[in-house]
């Protein structure tokens, strides 16, 4: 596997590298270095990251000489609320940081997001570097700068943009990351492809189950060309007026069913991610938009590399309503004047925003996809 790669978020006073390679983590303090304003970090991060690499953190740290202590939340979703915030703030408020001091996020989406939040608020705004680990944190979560927790009221709606200060993706942590994990950070590397790069589909169509599978040098391709897609699009579209809500395909039908199915380990927000991508290529489809081929074409690939395509795999599903799923439609941060805004296609690598679905078309298309949602095989005795 070649070496390390380097690629600029240019957003002029805020811009910052991401770095992509193996043995990130043991090189992490003299990668660090540079942008650190004061000799001292504070690591957060979840117990299973901690388990697995901390350590080897700590070492990269030490190597450098930085000064670091590690506070170590609960793994999940559940951590990204309000409750988790103010202990974390707490205890990061706890610890005397100043204004100079980072904070180095280690792990999945979850840590980085509260993370992230962590630093745009506390004194008013501090530094803080992404280590992401999970598949899904290194090629979308980690870079753009969109951080937030949950709230009663729906995932993500306290939040600021804050630009990290440095990315640092090690390559090597994905090897210890659940293949269901890994699948789900998968959905979002596939949606570059869909939403601009055709070319960039047909390597995955060739490469991505060698990748799902744990070839090393293909997910470091998939990652590269991941961040290099979404550092264009944020660099262009930082907060989200016009072309990085693209990036959102698939999320607006994602987040309803990962809202009707609780947002816990039922569906994971990489499967629904997935998931929503389909449905809005059958919608698509449906209407005219697009080529039927090309939506067949991508459950192909789903089955291919092993992501859901059908509504009725999601474990322990209850039947789905029309009704309710376009109820947490209506409620998405991207609806405007009362209208859903979709992302729909007009073929892979040709996606665009569309605010013009008739809700009745939209209902009719989500009661036959909730119809099928009860076909699950029953299980045998
Ligand atoms: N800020 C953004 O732009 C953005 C974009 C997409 C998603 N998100 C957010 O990201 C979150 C989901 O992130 P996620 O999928 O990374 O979930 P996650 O952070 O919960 O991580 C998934 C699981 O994998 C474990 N894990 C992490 N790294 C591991 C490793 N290397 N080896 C073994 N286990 C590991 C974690 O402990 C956790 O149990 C959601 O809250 C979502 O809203 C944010």
């Known amino acids: 596997m070649s070496g390390t790669e380097r690629l600029r978020v240019a957003l002029g006073a805020r811009s910052y590298d991401i770095v992509i390679g193996s043995g990130l983590l043991e090189q992490a303090g003299a990668l660090m270095r540079p942008v650190l304003r004061q000799n001292r970090v504070v690591l957060v991060t979840d117990e299973n990251v901690a388990a697995l690499h901390l350590k080897r953190l700590e070492a990269g740290l030490a ?61 008013r705004g501090i530094d803080y570097v992404q280590i992401p680990t999970t598949l899904l944190a290194q090629v979308d979560s980690s870079v753009g700068g969109k951080t937030a927790i949950d709230t009663i009221h729906g995932k993500n709606l306290v939040g600021a943009f804050h630009q990290p200060v440095l990315v640092l993706a090690d390559i090597d942590a994905l090897a210890t990351l659940p293949r269901r994990e890994l699948l789900a950070g998968y959905a979002e590397v596939v949606k570059y492809g869909f939403i601009r790069d055709r070319a960039f589909f047909e390597w995955l169509e060739a490469h991505g189950a060698a990748l799902v599978a744990g070839d090393a040098a293909l997910r470091r391709e998939a990652v590269l060309r991941s961040c290099a897609a979404k550092a264009e699009v944020v660099a262009v579209d930082e907060r989200e007026e016009g072309e990085r809500a693209l990036l959102n395909f698939g999320h607006t039908f994602g987040h309803a069913l990962e809202a009707e199915t609780g947002f816990g380990d039922a569906l994971l927000h990489g499967e629904a991610v997935a998931l929503g991508m389909r449905l809005a290529f059958d919608l698509s489809a449906r209407i005219g938009l697009c080529p039927p081929a090309a939506a067949q074409r991508v459950r192909r690939h789903y089955e291919a590399v092993g992501l859901p395509v059908a509504l009725a795999s999601i474990a322990n599903a209850r039947p789905f309503a029309a009704d309710a799923l376009l109820r947490h439609m209506g409620r998405d941060k991207k609806v405007r004047d009362g209208q859903i805004t979709l992302i729909l296609a007009r073929g892979i690598g040709d996606a665009f925003i569309s605010r013009e679905v008739p809700a009745g078309l939209l209902r009719e298309f989500l009661a036959g996809e909730a119809a099928n949602s009860l076909s699950r095989p029953i299980s045998a005795p």
């Open 63 to 123: 190597a450098a000489a930085i000064a670091h202590h590690a506070i170590v939340l609960p793994p999940g979703e559940q951590t990204k609320d309000f409750s988790h915030f103010q202990k974390l703030a707490e205890d990061i408020l706890g610890r005397g940081i100043e204004r100079r001091t980072t904070l180095v996020a280690l792990g999945g989406g979850v840590v980085g997001d509260l993370t992230g939040f962590a630093a745009a608020t506390l004194l």
